[in-house]
């Protein structure tokens, strides 16, 4: 058990750049969370896979986002055309189902990546 | 829409006093709470959860936290506050509709010698 990494742990980019990050989870876990959380705020939810399958967006993610997870294990998540609200620390996690509903699983963070857009 | 809230973004404490951290939230359903730990440039680390078991969770490092229905309260305590506890604490509920933790805002925690 190796934790769950995300890389960069940085980025720099201008406005109007495309960037990617990348979370690898825990392995095995099945479920995979991407949260954003902007200075002084908690994490605030953008998305949710089980396996390969994208089950939830929330409404902040907006068009220029995207995210995957083609073969249920690592996920990216794009941000098309960066704006300077995007700069934010974006943060993957983790859980495995372990009884009950996934509601009450444990969800397992990544240190996050930390995007500043100029 | 279930949310949480935390009372008081700051909260100083002596070495070895009583660590109190508010947390009231706010559901229409039974909810699952959850309170994690945040050191600087770091991911979060789950303390302690109450999934409709025990009112009172003990977690790691020394901390517990009671599950109050009536006063709709999970205040996260430990009784003797180390240096090494100043960090940002999150207070979360789990929506059961959805997949996904809601976080409060946040307090961080100030530890003085």
């Known amino acids: 058990d190796t934790g769950v990494s995300q890389n960069p742990r940085h980025k720099i980019t201008k406005r109007g750049q495309n960037v990617t990050f990348r979370c690898d989870p825990i392995s095995e876990h099945n479920r995979l969370y991407w949260y954003r959380q902007t200075l002084g705020q908690g994490p605030e939810f953008l998305t949710y896979?089980?396996?390969?399958?994208?089950?939830?967006k929330s409404r902040l993610l907006s068009d220029r986002f995207s995210a995957e997870r083609p073969k249920g294990s690592f996920s990216t998540l794009e941000i098309q055309r960066t704006e300077q609200g995007d700069s934010a620390m974006y943060l993957c996690a983790s859980s495995l189902p372990t009884w009950g509903t996934a509601s009450t699983d444990t969800q397992y963070f990544g240190p996050g990546t930390r995007l500043t857009v100029l | 829409a279930q949310s949480v809230t935390q009372l008081g973004s700051h909260v100083s404490v002596s070495e070895g006093a009583l660590v109190l951290l508010r947390c009231n939230y706010s559901s229409s359903v039974p909810p699952y709470l959850f309170w994690y730990v945040q050191y600087p440039n770091q991911g979060l680390q789950l303390l302690l959860k109450y999934t409709s078991a025990a009112t009172l969770v003990k977690g790691i490092n020394g901390f517990e936290a009671e599950f109050k229905k009536s006063e709709t309260s999970f205040h996260l305590t430990k009784p003797s506050a180390h240096m090494s506890d100043a960090a940002e604490y999150f207070c979360a509920v789990s929506d059961q509709s959805f997949q996904k933790l809601v976080f409060g805002t946040g307090t961080r925690l100030l530890v003085s010698p």
């Open positions: 896979f089980q396996n390969e399958a994208q089950l939830e």
